[in-house]
């Protein structure tokens, strides 16, 4: 009996070390078009709730509301419709691509489908996070000082016309910020428009990174290359940046929190996706 469990736990382990290399491979060799994240805050948690329910994946509900309304005419209702019509289509199949653009032509024109599989394709790659059991940049016990809207785009003077690419979380100085997610410290130090800041590379979507700016400090042995866990206090809130190094007060205390995206992991630049929708999902949590 033992002669045939030892050869059948080492090809059970081979096979699996062969999946891990496959699907690693897989992710570093594929690209996604990163486009506008437009998915309102206010429905985010909404389609996650539902895909969840009816056991399809929200980035597909997403893109019908957002491609048919532009997300004008959304409602809890019209989403659990969504939700609801394409699992009754799709039966007992799994959401893979081929299935669920197969079930939307029976519901919608071609070239709406495509567009949709289309963004689709893209919010899966771009806002994985969203539906992860990801943080909240602030401890529970501070959530109640701490105040944040929607502030993605607005204009910008400082260093030249330009377009906000994160969100303002007022707080007071002095509040610890934490990690969103397991990752890696890619850049530590000042830069001029966001004084003492952090960009962390997300472990596992490393195409996705984290960037937290103006700290009054950083935690105790926060370093580059230091592996970081979800929930570990990395810097304080502060009021750094808008000049030289060491520059403070320009402005009030509060923690600038942004999303960049590769379309793979080979590509060079990094594009800003607006962030509220996902801090709305884990502020929920």
Request: glycine share 8%.
């Amino acid at each position: 009996m033992r002669k045939v469990l030892i050869p059948l736990i080492l090809l059970i382990t081979a096979g699996n070390i062969c999946w891990y290399v496959y699907d690693q491979t897989r992710l570093y060799w594929e690209t996604h078009e990163v486009r506008e994240f437009r998915v309102p805050g206010k429905w985010a948690p909404h389609y996650l709730a539902t895909a969840k329910k009816y056991r399809v994946s929200w980035f597909y509900l997403a893109s019908i509301d957002e491609v048919r309304t532009g997300y004008e005419k959304v409602s809890r209702k019209s989403i659990e419709n969504h939700a609801r019509q394409l699992r009754k289509l799709l039966d007992r199949k799994e959401d893979t691509p081929q299935h669920v653009e197969q079930a939307l032509l029976q519901l919608y024109p071609r070239q709406d489908v495509i567009r949709m599989m289309q963004i689709a394709d893209s919010y899966a790659w771009e806002a994985a996070p969203l539906s992860k059991d990801y943080q909240f940049p602030f401890r529970r016990q501070d959530r109640h000082k701490v105040a944040y809207s929607d502030t993605w785009g607005e204009s910008r003077t400082y260093g030249g016309k330009r377009k906000h690419e994160g969100i303002d979380l007022m707080a007071p100085k002095g509040t610890p910020v934490v990690s969103v997610a397991d990752g890696e410290v890619i850049r530590k130090g000042w830069n001029r428009l966001g004084g003492w800041r952090l960009l962390v590379q997300d472990a596992d979507h490393p195409y996705i990174y984290y960037y937290y700016a103006h700290f009054s400090k950083y935690a105790k042995n926060i370093e580059e290359g230091d592996k970081v866990k979800k929930g570990q206090t990395i810097g304080y809130v502060g009021d750094s940046g808008y000049g030289p190094e060491g520059t403070t007060g320009k402005f009030r205390p509060h923690l600038h929190f942004g999303m960049y995206v590769r379309e793979g992991m080979f590509s060079i630049q990094r594009d800003a996706v607006n962030p509220f929708p996902f801090l709305r999902v884990w502020d929920e949590k």
